[in-house]
């Protein structure tokens, strides 16, 4: 199984990016798929993730309203596409994918509800 991000890089407050992730090794209509980040001596924090089984998607609240995630799954790749960033945005993002998107109790995506990980790329952003 392998998880492939693109997109990362550097750029200014204000302006919009987007990630990719290709997924391989997984009939990718089965599972989940989501985006976690870490940044600099943070926790990984879940950002959004898109359920297979009734397509609902969640969202982290301080990427509410800035952040859309979307899969095509002809294409085996899940999306996030990226506006009005912030220097907190800043942050190494990782993709994810399981059979649901594991939530803790109080609702937050759960980076141990995740089997399958990307590397993970960077998103730099400057003010």
């Known amino acids: 199984v392998q998880l492939v991000e693109s997109g990362g890089g550097s750029v200014q407050a204000g302006g919009s990016l987007r990630l990719s992730c290709e997924v391989s090794?997984?009939?990718?209509?089965?599972?989940?798929l989501g985006w976690f980040r870490q940044a600099p001596g943070e926790e990984r924090e879940g950002v959004a993730c898109?359920?297979?089984?009734?397509?609902?998607?969640i969202y982290a609240d301080p990427v509410v309203s800035r952040f859309t995630i979307s899969r095509d799954d002809a294409k085996k790749t899940v999306y996030l596409q990226m506006n009005s960033v912030t220097v907190e945005d800043t942050a190494v993002y990782y993709c994810?994918?399981?059979?649901?998107?594991?939530?803790?109790?109080?609702?937050?995506?759960?980076?141990?509800?995740?089997?399958?990980w990307g590397q993970g790329t960077q998103v730099t952003v400057s003010s």
């Open positions: 994810v994918a399981d059979f649901e998107c594991g939530v803790t109790p109080g609702g937050l995506l759960d980076p141990e509800g995740y089997d399958y």
């Open positions: 090794g997984l009939v990718v209509e089965d599972y989940s």
């Open positions: 898109t359920s297979q089984s009734d397509g609902s998607i």
